[in-house]
């Protein structure tokens, strides 16, 4: 089933249980997936489906730090929803620790050594990540072993 069928039938099942804040948010990923097939003109592979999604996350927890920073822990709150909601269509997320160990592989591999070669591990790192980390983490990750 892809990603875009599971979004239909869950938008189904929160509608029969009267869901609407589920509703709200699996409607949005919806509409975020229409408007990028109708862009592309034609279906949308799993990895593009996946692309789209993130991007639907990284904006949700963009605009939650800029909330919190403005102290509006009602909206924080609500964007709080919205970000679970989303990550159960997104790939198990790695932890900081797994995130380290694949950037060290990765750096073993490219034989990066100074910051010069940010751009080629961050490149490789997001590429055989992608999903399953946010790109702030690996960032803040490549900075330090770099470093």
Same mark, same amino acid.
Request: charged share 30%.
């Given at each position: 089933m892809?990603?875009?069928?599971?979004?239909?039938?869950?938008?189904?099942?929160?509608?029969?249980?009267?869901?609407?804040?589920?509703?709200?948010?699996?409607?949005?990923?919806?509409? =975020?997936?229409?408007?990028? /097939?109708?862009?592309?003109?034609? #279906? @949308?592979? *799993? $990895?593009?489906?996946?692309? !789209?999604?993130?991007?639907?996350?990284?904006?949700?927890?963009? =605009?939650?730090?800029?909330? /919190?920073?403005?102290?509006?822990? #009602? @909206?924080? *709150? $609500?964007?709080e929803?919205? !970000?679970?909601?989303?990550?159960?269509?997104?790939?198990t997320?790695?932890?900081?620790?797994?995130?380290?160990?694949?950037?060290?592989e990765?750096?073993a591999?490219?034989?990066?050594?100074?910051?010069?070669?940010?751009?080629?591990v961050?490149?490789?790192?997001?590429?055989?990540?992608?999903?399953?980390?946010?790109?702030?983490v690996?960032?803040?990750?490549?900075?330090?072993?770099?470093?």
């Amino acid at each position: 089933m892809t990603l875009t069928e599971q979004i239909n039938q869950d938008i189904k099942t929160a509608m029969k249980a009267k869901d609407k804040e589920t509703l709200k948010v699996i409607r949005m990923l919806k509409a =975020a997936l229409q408007k990028e /097939a109708i862009d592309q003109a034609g #279906d @949308l592979t *799993a $990895d593009q489906e996946l692309t !789209i999604i993130n991007r639907e996350m990284k904006q949700r927890r963009d =605009a939650m730090a800029e909330f /919190a920073a403005a102290n509006r822990q #009602d @909206l924080v *709150a $609500d964007l709080e929803q919205e !970000i679970a909601i989303v990550e159960k269509y997104l790939p198990t997320q790695l932890s900081e620790a797994e995130v380290k160990a694949k950037l060290e592989e990765i750096i073993a591999a490219t034989g990066a050594n100074s910051a010069k070669d940010f751009g080629k591990v961050m490149g490789q790192a997001m590429a055989q990540m992608k999903g399953q980390v946010d790109g702030n983490v690996v960032n803040k990750l490549v900075k330090e072993l770099l470093a």
